[in-house]
């Protein structure tokens, strides 16, 4: 038998259906852990480093990769502009055609060719820029953690912050004139009108984990699994897996046979952390609420 382990949304937005309460009413509550999906991660993959360089993962996934460069997402953004600030609305995924990317990107390559990062639009919802390795970066905030925020909040702080500042207001010049946001607007889309920079960081030379099977739809976590050499395979493949530890990624409870594992550990986004083991349903005396 395997030990399966579940990374999991945060624990106030995940369905309290069965067999979740049994499990967090029987099962050893541990220590939290720190909030944060980059948290979980770290527990499950081992890398040098002290983040998760979610470009330079994402990268290699989609075109392969240069482990002498530093990368970073610039993802296509929607930003809305009210009368007090601007909020980021959408960021990624926002729609855009392969021909709609390719012609926003030719536009936008002068500006960062100038600057010494060349945009590289790989795909129309992951848009990247290439640096050299000793690129001296400001901090970025994760998209998750900015939408429907004031975007002023969490513009690049730290090294060349006024560089990349820069980069980012010349760039919404550009997009805001760009005859395709003008056709989108038209056809009642919302426009790229904006980029929003993150996951900076070099590809890790190697990446350890005790998982024999991953299943998940992030790329990031693909990327990692691929990294460390681990069989990626679907959720209902790993979990017919007994002669191996699983990771299973996954936004709710699925369908799980506890009596085939040696234990499931959840993992919350929000920090929290249970085991529960077979021989836990056996503690009658905790109330399943």
């Known amino acids: 038998m395997a030990a399966l382990t579940l990374l999991l949304p945060d624990l106030a937005r995940v369905e309290r259906r069965p067999p979740l309460p049994l499990w967090l009413a029987r099962g050893d ?35 392969g990769d240069d482990a002498s460069a530093t990368w970073l997402r610039a993802d296509p953004a929607y930003a809305m502009v009210d009368a007090v600030t ?9 729609g855009l055609s392969r021909e709609e990317s390719d012609e926003l990107a030719r536009a936008l390559r002068p500006l960062f060719g100038d600057a010494g990062f060349p945009l590289d639009a790989v795909r129309p919802d992951r848009w990247y820029l290439r640096g050299p390795s000793e690129a001296r970066l400001p901090a970025f905030a994760d ?23 820069s980069l980012f207001n010349e760039a919404q010049v550009i997009l805001h004139n760009h005859p395709v946001n003008a056709r989108r607007v038209e056809r009642g889309q919302i426009p790229a009108n904006s980029l929003w920079f993150w996951g900076a960081g070099k590809l890790p030379e190697w990446v350890r984990t005790r998982f024999g099977a991953v299943a998940s739809s992030d790329p990031v976590v693909i990327a990692l699994a691929k990294v460390a050499k681990v069989s990626v ?25 506890a009596r085939r594992t040696t234990s499931i550990d959840l993992k919350f986004g929000s920090g929290e952390r249970v085991r529960y083991q077979p021989s836990h349903r056996w503690r ?3 109330r399943v609420r």
Do not use: Y
Request: glycine share 8%; aromatic share 4%.
């Open 143 to 165: 998209p998750a953690q900015v939408l429907g925020d004031d975007l002023m909040r969490h513009l690049p702080r730290g090294d060349n912050e006024r560089q990349w500042r």
């Open 86 to 94: 601007a909020r980021l609305m959408a960021c990624g995924d926002i």
């Open 29 to 63: 509550r541990l220590p939290d852990s720190g909030a944060g999906r980059d948290v979980a991660l770290r527990e499950c993959f081992e890398f040098i480093g002290t983040g998760v360089p979610v470009a330079a993962l994402t990268h290699a996934l989609d075109a």
């Open 284 to 286: 009658i005396w905790r």
């Open 233 to 257: 395979v679907d959720a209902h493949v790993a979990l017919a897996k007994t002669d191996a530890d699983i990771l299973l990624d996954t936004a709710a409870i699925p369908e799980i046979n």
